[in-house]
């Protein structure tokens, strides 16, 4: 275990073995910047002044070499392995609600939901409490590092994590997840974790925007804002990209929740053309787009959550600053 001092306060946590020190900081309460989690954003950088740490990445997205030379790191890739000073600005809006624990989680049920994108769903013995939108980091036995996936149900006593989970190509994780994970086995859980969490307090109609896995987040979004009683009342959209017609899901979900088809409105999207007929006679394009044709009027008086590819989450972003929508309405992770 090793003791990390905030430089120029009296302030310390500690640190144990194979945590990382913003993880760390999340779990004593403390207000740590971060996003991704996965060292590809940047958010979590810190001055290591004093002691030695071991760098989970190697050469992480998130941190330059001008960095470096600063002496900075990022926390969620920064492993001490002696007691540590270290500078940076703490904030109050990334302390936790719930404060993420790691624990052993046992997969209970597997659905497949479209060709590429299963269900997994993992039962640990405390209960699961978390916002809905936030991730989890799934730690896989013979896979180096966590991986970061977003919960698709809602909190509950029962110990339930379920993930929507995309295949990837070549992925070694989801290569894990989808060929060799069975029912019974078990792996480590770490979470919640994320900023793109449902706010419940907002006064605001919402838009919830989806492509591939990025599925999951809002999916539980939506669960947790049909039945929230300080949202009743408010109306949803709902945009789901995918880029063929096989591609496609999430409806038979939405259908399941009071106000769908009223306050609960379903649009999905394709973006590829066929080749031959594939029977679809819904929207075709980029999500960002149909978005933007459907509620360009309405976006900057919405509450705005997206998740999905980079490149989808790029156009959205750019979409929604040239309609003037102010950033505290719009609500992602970037680790997609």
Known sequence: MAVITLNGRDLHWECDEGDTIMRSALRAGLGFPYECNVGSCGNCRFDLLEGEIEELRTDPPGLSERDRARGRRLGCQASPLSDCAVKLRL??????????QRQAATLVATSDITHDIREFRFRSEATSRFLSGQYALLHLPGIPGGRAYSMANISNDDGEWHFQIRRVPGGEATGYLFSQLRLGDRIE??????MAYLRENSPRDIVCIAGGSGLSP????TRAAAVAPSLAGRRIDFVFGGRTAQDICGKEMLQMLPGFGTNIHYHPVVSGMPEADDGWDGYRGYVHEVAHSLFAARLPSCEIY???PPAMGQAIQKMLVDLGVDSTQVHFDQFY
């Open 218 to 221: 809002m999916v539980s979004i």
């Open 189 to 194: 859980l770490d979470g919640p974790y994320g």
């Open 306 to 308: 997206f998740a999905g």
């Open 91 to 100: 904030m109050p809006q990334y302390e936790s609600l719930f404060r993420p």
